[in-house]
């Protein structure tokens, strides 16, 4: 009887656990693009006061299919070949908490949507701008930064890394 | 050759340590029959080369004489990067000190040979690509000037293994070079005055160059770099007094583009047919497939020929370009003159594994089988040492000079290289222990040729490589590879050697090995040493017939430079090296690369992911005297 007890207690928790499951959203727009809305620092000092209110969220870092089509997509517009899977080489890693222009999503899709001085290309009016933030969302789940069950599980490579679901997280520096 | 457990990564084992024994073994079994069914993991046999005893083969060819001085990266044309200085030899090599440093300001790796002429020392860096002149008649070598081209920074993005120079030439009292940006400068030699600006490549459609450029009479001859982005290769002649492009050779594409014309006459009969280079390909690959010429260039005054190679076809995905993607992975002749072509030979027919043909050619007259012969030899990428006879284009030998399973062997009838089936790339398999590495057995680093001992001493590295293909997007101005690489230290359990090899026994002599791959030039001395330096910053003076260590210093940060050597004003010899650890062996230094992805850096930051333990960034030029 207490056996019996105890696995309900226990089928009773594991339903709960899986009450935490990500939410399918479906027909999910993407974030804002407005740029009078966008706070896409990129330092640590504002001169004559506090940093303005926070950035963009990322809806998207909530799906975990939006976040594996941003993988998909990060290996079909070739940032894998300049960053690889996140190691880097001919760009800088992308899988620890050195952000050269900004780690929170804003500074991320700009990154990719203005290009920055230093070899990193303009995407500008090449990637629709959903896709954009499809990207954002994987890029930061390759330091750790998304939910374990969002994060992908897997590649569908040869294993060169853990997948991004067991990167340990590593918040941005800057 | 078994599958050896030491080639897991250790996260492997930690795993199973938290496990009973008796499941874990059960565990492993799994695991190893999961990773069997995706992969293609084949024992093969390899081989290292063959080993002789030194003999003396006083070299009877002859060598350009040498006033001490040090005009260009290869020293002469025949590139032998032999001095007739005997002042430091193998009895005081040991006394040898600095002399003077000077920081180059830069944190990129500096692959570069420092140039000397009329006692002014030359040196150029990585982007941003400054030329910076010392006066060697001052206490210290101060600062005499320094040009700043300020190449594009967005340059720095289509460079695909750091962001390199490989030097500059001296002639008609200029200093010519190359910026990453893809300009060719002349800058007088005395003033540090800019002669002429020319653009080759364009950097936006993933152009970039890295070559050092070679001056054969009023020509400044210069190729691009950039063949994992899709780029279309070239070799172009400008003229040296006016920056006017003389002529420029496509290395793909229809013949009047390649300079293939009535003089083109080809050893073997695979290269004889019309538009080679475009029928060779899937319709239009050609216009992206790669095929620079980032490497080194020899000239034969007598012959009137140079000999260039190619680099490698993309992308490195070889299944969306069946053929043999000509004109790539392989060496010209060419007249000088007119850049029309005269021969030309493939050392990887549609290349499986970026083994670039941009090693350097070393022109030298050998008796080959009891007849002396006018013959190139190339340590070459793909693991062979090539002796062709540089008239004709004919393979008179070709002996693996590392460790070889790719393929088997060069058919000298045919000129073709054997690939091993099994180590074939595939989409949706993962190959293992490909050896050599796409870096090759040997990558840009160049040999030294001594006609005192017949040696050629042979920088290299032995890395192995897992692959498994992927889709390749061409993205103008992105990378255009389609592979991801993981690459290992190669069998024997060293990175590198440098190595004695004897190019008429074809035989190796000796080896100096080391941790990691030896990614520094050789030079070679009258006084019997051989000078190289190391990745971890070693730079080291070796006995030419023995291999011994003679002296060693430790520099600021790891080697990859030319070592050269010259006659002070002071009537002293010199030798001088860049230290600056960077290219492809070193970006995961000077890049700051993560190692917990194996694939970083094309997959060679996991092969010398240990390197950030023991060399820190940053370039410094070190001279040495006794």
New interface residues.
Partial sequence: MKRLYFIVIGFVALLLASCEREQRRFQQGAPSTDTSQSHASMDEIYPGGARPPSNVANVYEENAYMVSEGKRLY????CV??H??????????L??A?WIYGGEPQNIHDTIVEGR?????SFRGKIPDQQVWEITAYVRSMSGLLRKDVAPGRSD??S???PEESQKPEPPKK | MQFLPSRISPAYWDFSARIPRKSSCLLFLCLYLCACNNSRSHVSEGQFPEKGGFQNNVYQGRIEPDDGQWVRPAKDYASTRFSSLDQINTGNAKDLKLAFTFSTGTERGLEAAPLVVNNTMYIVTPWPNVLYALDLTRPGAPLKWSFQPKPSASAKGVACCDWVNRGAAYAFGNIYYNTLDGYTLAINANTGQLVWKTRLADFTRGESITMAPLVVKDKVLVGNSGGEFGVRGWLTAVDAHSGKIAWRAYLTGPDKDVLIGPRFKPFYSQYKGKDLGVSSWPPDAWKIGGASMWGWISYDPELNLIYHGVANPGPWNSEVRPGDNLWSAGIFARDPDTGEAVWYYQTSPHDLYDYDGINENLLLDLPINGQMRKVLVRPERNGYMYVIDRQTGEVLSAKPFGFVNSSKGVDLKTGLLQYVEEKHPRLGGVVRDICPAAPGAKDWQPSAFSPRTGLIYVPHQNICMDVEETDANYIAGTPYVGENVRMLIGHGGFGGEMLAWDPVQQKAVWSIKDHFPIWSGALVTAGDVVFFGTLDGWFKAANARTGEVLWQFKTGSGIIGQPVTYKGPDGKQYVAILSGVGGWAGVVVSGGLDTRDESAALGFANASKELPKYTTKGGMLYVFAL
């Fill in positions: 290996e079909q517009y070739n070949g300049c690889f899977h996140g190691g880097g080489g001919i760009g800088p890693p899988m620890d050195d001085p230093n070899g990193m290309p490579d040869m060169i890394k853990k």
